[in-house]
């Protein structure tokens, strides 16, 4: 019997396009269709009529367990729903529909979330797995047009059941119906699982993208901080480098109102795991402006103060946030606070982050919905920042 084992997921929302993700049990066809989703402005049968309009469909007849399917010719910020099908001599499967949207232009308001650690915290977990299925409950409830993950998806990323276990199952309901971004963290070993479940542009382990205002670059740290040199540096951190080259080029080429980066070490957290040979980067980001950087590595929530040149500076500062959200360790926290925390706790949480034209505005929201931090970032015309 075919059956779906992952997925569907959402992966690399564009303006126009969409990419459908999955697996089945064995080798099988793939098919993807589009629906019009129609809104019902009276009555109480909800916000959508039920989707039968058949827009677009994109297959592909070469026999595969994973699934990948790019559809196109979409508009943007708008509202679709999708079937999807498998087909192979032992039976047919579908599921569906559910529903995406595709990416608002620039000048247009969005949300996403961020959190990490769903498999990294597992050996320390005790509930069974519950805080996972928790965070993505709590992160649905939000709504966000994309999520974050700032690396350990998985415990052990050579493992192939570690991202069922960890990952895919506890967030199945989330990403149906949410685009996902991800870093790679030490737990995934750089396994070959990571690019065979990802649809990140090349070449994967460190790339960039542009959603509404916002420019997102992800970075490879386990790639600058080797495991073998762990916490030091191996020397590669400048020109030359492929990774640091393309972060320097990245940068100059993007025009967006806000820049935020993410990778998984960090380089500032008033707690174990800290890895200050990654501040060698700091001055790079200060250059080209560069307004958050969200990491984990450290299973805790933390936001520095606005940081520059190794000071606090409100004026042109780098808010750092550690967001170490599917788990808690208290005891990875040092004793007091570093001179660059502004805010720090050690609970289960994500971070909910709504973006405009002029403002960042930041939420940290524990396991059971409760707000716990929060702060806004404005920049104006001229580029000058207002934190409050």
Not at 4 to 17: A, D, F, H, M, W
Not at 92 to 104: I, L, M, N
Not at 187 to 215: I, R
Request: with cysteine; glycine share 8%; aromatic share 14%.
């Amino acid at each position: 019997m075919l059956l779906i084992v992952k997925g569907p997921y959402l992966q690399r929302p564009t303006e126009n396009s969409m990419t459908i993700m999955w697996e089945t049990s064995d080798p099988a066809s793939s098919r993807v269709e589009i629906l019009l989703a129609e809104r019902i402005h009276s009555g109480h049968q909800g916000n959508y009529k039920k989707p039968e309009v058949v827009l677009t469909s994109v297959s592909n007849d070469n026999p595969s367990t994973i699934h990948l399917l790019r559809v196109t010719g979409l508009e943007p910020g708008t509202m679709y729903f999708y079937n999807i099908f498998s087909a192979n001599e032992h039976g047919e499967v579908q599921s569906g529909p559910y529903p995406f949207k595709t990416a608002v232009r620039r000048g247009e308001p969005f949300s996403f979330t961020v959190t990490s650690e769903t498999g990294g915290f597992s050996g320390f977990d005790l509930s069974d797995g519950l805080t996972n299925i928790n965070i993505f409950k709590q992160m649905q409830r939000y709504r966000p047009d994309l999520t974050l993950f700032i690396g350990d998806l998985v415990n052990d990323g050579d493992n192939y059941e570690d991202w069922e276990k960890y990952f895919f199952g506890p967030g199945g309901d989330f990403l149906i119906s949410t685009p996902f971004y991800s870093c790679l963290g030490n737990h995934e070993n750089n396994a070959s699982w990571y690019y065979d479940f990802f649809d990140f542009n090349s070449p994967k382990n460190y790339y960039s993208f542009d959603y509404g205002d916002v420019h997102f670059i992800c970075l490879d740290s386990t790639d600058f901080i080797k495991s073998e040199h762990y916490p030091a540096s191996s020397g590669n951190m400048s020109t030359g480098n492929d990774q640091y080259d393309f972060l320097i080029h990245d940068l100059q080429a993007s025009s967006a109102k806000w820049k935020i980066l993410f990778f998984h070490y960090p380089p500032y957290v008033s707690g174990g795991y800290q890895v200050e040979d990654l501040r060698q980067l700091c001055p790079v980001f200060e250059q080209y402006g560069v307004d958050l950087v969200f990491n984990s590595h450290t299973i805790v929530y933390e936001r520095s103060h606005p940081i520059r040149e190794g000071i606090v500076d409100f004026h042109d500062g780098i808010i750092y946030i550690v967001a170490g959200g599917a788990g808690a360790m208290p005891e990875w926290l040092l004793p007091k606070r570093e001179w660059h925390t502004s805010q720090s706790l050690a609970i289960p949480h994500f971070v909910q982050v709504v973006a405009t034209n002029d403002h960042l505005e930041l939420r940290a929201i524990d396991e059971e919905g409760r707000l716990f931090d929060k702060f806004t970032l404005r920049k104006d015309s001229d580029g000058n920042k207002t934190y409050f």
